[in-house]
């Protein structure tokens, strides 16, 4: 399994970026697929992950701004980020469980200035 994320980038306090990850090398939809994020000296969080069956969780600290969307059919999950704060600011890492096994991509950087 491979997973390739693109989106990131800097964006002013405010703006949006929508993140997008491409997971290939896996087939059926019985795997959850997420987003977690690392900023420098902090510990790898989630942010947010849907199940296979569509059930959704997001970190307190983006609900209401933060939207987690996924394609089946192509295996994708997208991250739709709106009203960024700099705290927002991490490498986001594009997630794959499946069977209790996690994939990661290599990550992306989000930047979000004040």
């Known amino acids: 399994v491979q997973l390739q994320a693109s989106g990131g980038g800097l964006v002013q306090s405010g703006g949006s970026l929508n993140l997008s990850c491409v997971a290939s090398g896996i087939t059926g939809n019985s795997h959850g697929m997420g987003w977690y994020r690392q900023a420098p000296g902090i510990e790898r969080e989630l942010v947010a992950r849907?199940?296979?069956?569509?059930?959704?969780r997001y970190a307190d600290s983006v609900k209401g701004r933060f939207t987690i969307s996924r394609d089946n059919g192509v295996n994708t999950v997208d991250l739709q980020m709106n009203s960024l704060k700099p705290e927002d600011t991490a490498v986001y890492y594009c997630?794959?469980?499946?069977?209790?096994?996690?994939?990661w991509g290599p990550g992306t950087q989000v930047t979000v200035s004040s």
């Open positions: 849907i199940t296979s069956g569509g059930n959704i």
């Open positions: 997630n794959l469980e499946i069977w209790s096994f996690d994939y």
